[in-house]
């Protein structure tokens, strides 16, 4: 149980346009969702904290305006970068947590983003 | 602010034993998780310590001090799968139950 899914796995675009990410609850009800990006070798950043029919609270740094989420539902979160650039080049990661202990986040398996 | 450190790599042998050490500063501490990421996959949970002790689950455990601000995770019987990152993130008190995360230590097992 508890498998989040990310769709698209990987997505190339140029620059200017927009991608959007979208990270699934397949076997449970998330009332909070985690979007993070991760660059090679390094830790995850929490981008912003997603809850289901609010606005996403955003990590100091991270423009709202860019980075759009939406929370639409208990088993859907989908996060938009807009206007991409090549620096947004990055591996995308969400989480999600359940209304259970102990805590434990569920990670989908990622989206690779590259903008040309 | 809010910080935790761990070593940035290891290197063990395949059998051996092996402890990854984390120390934190966080306000509003709640407790400390483990997870394990290989290259090009997403995190996975490993451990979870609340209270301060040991946890064990299979090959690994995980140690707790809250008066130490530290905490350790230790592996067993090395695998070459086990190379990997491993990162230690500490829940903040609160709603969101959010994660503050190390930076990560890169174990290698070698043969």
């Known amino acids: 149980g508890a498998v989040v899914s990310q769709h698209p796995s990987w997505v190339i675009c140029k620059s200017g346009t927009s991608v959007k990410i979208e990270c699934r609850s397949l076997?449970?009800?998330?009332?909070?969702m985690f979007w993070y990006r991760q660059f090679p070798k390094q830790s995850l950043m929490l981008m912003a904290t997603?809850?289901?029919?609010?606005?996403?609270?955003?990590e100091q740094g991270v423009e709202k305006d860019k980075f759009l989420i939406n929370h639409a539902s208990l088993t859907l979160s989908t996060l938009t970068v807009t206007s991409a650039h090549p620096e947004d080049s990055s591996f995308y990661i969400c989480?999600?947590?359940?209304?259970?202990?102990?805590?434990?986040?569920?990670f989908g398996p990622g989206t690779r983003l590259t903008v040309t | 602010g809010q910080s935790l450190e761990q070593p940035s790599e290891v290197t063990a042998v395949e059998g051996a034993i092996v402890q990854i050490n984390c120390t934190y500063q966080?306000?509003?501490?709640?407790?400390l998780s483990w997870y394990q990421q290989h290259d090009g996959g997403a995190p996975t949970f490993l451990s979870y310590n609340a209270l301060d002790g040991l946890e064990e689950t299979g090959r690994f455990s995980s140690f707790l001090s809250r008066s130490d601000s530290y905490g350790y995770l230790l592996l067993q019987e090395l695998q070459m799968k086990d190379s990997a990152s491993y990162f230690c993130a500490a829940y903040h008190a609160g709603n969101n139950r959010k994660l503050i995360w190390g930076l990560g230590t890169s174990l290698a097992v070698n043969p």
């Open positions: 989480s999600a947590v359940t209304g259970q202990g102990p805590y434990e986040q569920y």
């Open positions: 966080t306000s509003g501490f709640y407790g």
């Open positions: 997603s809850n289901e029919g609010s606005k996403a609270t955003y």
């Open positions: 076997d449970f009800q998330a009332t909070t």
